[in-house]
């Protein structure tokens, strides 16, 4: 769904104050008296290879550590050290954030491999939501088979997404009664044979997600599968590192539909897209239990997730990808997304 422009703001009419006093003539012998328009201002020479050079904003990135005993706590700025492009970076934040906004995309696959597993995904899924969305939260819902549909735009009502997520079915969406950019807006988002699992995400990244703040999760309900889309792996992967949101992949599949082959050529790419975004893959099969475990895995992570901010050394903002690595000491394994598009204007690094 393409968001609305901001409305123009309504132009204003100014009406000259009255005088207060009478004034007086000037004298025809008097010298002119001294001009109050303000002094023109010299050109300056512009180097157009400059133009580019503006600030790059304060980069933000959650992350959640672990050790050999699980999640770390009590970490702080001096404990660890962030570097991009392998160059060190001075760390001016770095605070615990289990309290601050969260928006949660759930992008559920009802194409025909999900046939039988459907209905433990929208039981775990709707768990998920009346535990995890509090009242200054937001989550919408989008079903992905041969279109892509918004079920559920922003809310946090966890009781409205229960209801969209209870009505979901397997290929039942319909193009033509899609909402713009979510099915039927200017990205075409039906393909008769397909699973449009890549356009699903770019557009929960690219429509949805980039112009919110805060924390920024998507959960994918799907075998991985992919067929049809007019997005790829990597267009993808990058609509999501831009949008700063972490994608987290709960793999489930339909095992009297789901032939093995294309599973396992699938995992590679879950791997990648949740890797790069700072998520990461939780492979269920197709036992409700193990679903249920994979949503509470996430909201452990989510309850103990930090947040580290700096500002580059490098400002050019060159559009250009920049790795990042954080590192909090030996035996830490940080969960993190791998880099930042340098982008101009943009807002939310």
């Known amino acids: ?83 991009e492009n392998d160059k060190p970076q001075t760390i001016k934040n770095l605070t615990a954030e289990k309290n601050l906004p969260l ?8 194409s025909g491999s999900q046939q039988q597993v459907l209905p433990l995904e929208q039981e775990s899924g709707a768990r998920f939501l009346r535990e995890v969305v509090t009242p200054k939260d937001e989550a919408f819902l989008i079903s992905f088979d041969v279109n892509v549909d918004l079920l559920a735009d922003f809310t946090n009502s966890p009781h409205e997404l229960e209801r969209a997520m209870d009505k979901a079915s397997i290929n039942s969406a319909s193009s ?21 699992l890549f356009d699903a995400v770019y557009l929960a990244a690219n429509e949805k997600l980039r112009t919110q703040s805060g924390r920024k999760i998507i959960v994918l309900l799907t075998d991985g599968g992919d067929q049809g889309s007019q997005e790829t792996l990597k267009t993808a992967t990058e609509a999501a590192q831009k949008a700063n949101a972490i994608v987290y992949v709960i ?38 239990r193990k679903l249920e475990d994979a949503f509470d895995q996430i909201q452990d992570e989510l309850r103990t997730q930090y947040l580290l901010s700096y500002t580059p050394d490098n400002k050019t903002a060159d559009g250009k990808f920049r790795k990042i690595k954080i590192d909090c000491g030996k035996g830490m394994d940080i969960q993190a997304r791998k880099g930042y598009y340098a982008i101009v204007g943009d807002e939310d690094n």
Not at 65 to 79: I, P, Y
Not at 105 to 110: E, M, P, V
């Open 1 to 83: 769904m393409r968001l609305p422009s901001a409305l123009l703001p309504l132009a204003l009419l100014l009406t000259a104050p009255p005088a207060l006093r009478a004034q007086d003539a000037p004298s025809p012998d008097a010298p002119p008296p001294p001009s109050k328009a303000p002094a023109p201002q010299q050109e300056e020479n512009i180097d157009p290879s400059q133009t580019l050079k503006v600030n790059v904003n304060l980069v933000d990135i959650y992350f959640s550590a672990r050790d050999h005993n699980g999640f770390v706590a009590g970490l702080g700025r001096n404990d660890c050290q962030v570097y």
């Open 103 to 110: 928006t949660i995309g759930i992008l559920l696959d009802t």
């Open 176 to 196: 033509s009664a899609g909402i713009p950019g979510i099915g039927g807006g200017p990205l075409p988002t039906s393909n008769p044979r397909g699973t449009l």
């Open 251 to 288: 793999l489930i599949s339909d095992p009297e539909y789901h032939q093995g082959d294309i599973f396992d050529s699938s995992v590679g790419d879950m791997n990648q897209l949740a890797h790069d975004t700072g998520g990461r893959v939780i492979n269920v099969g197709h036992n409700g």
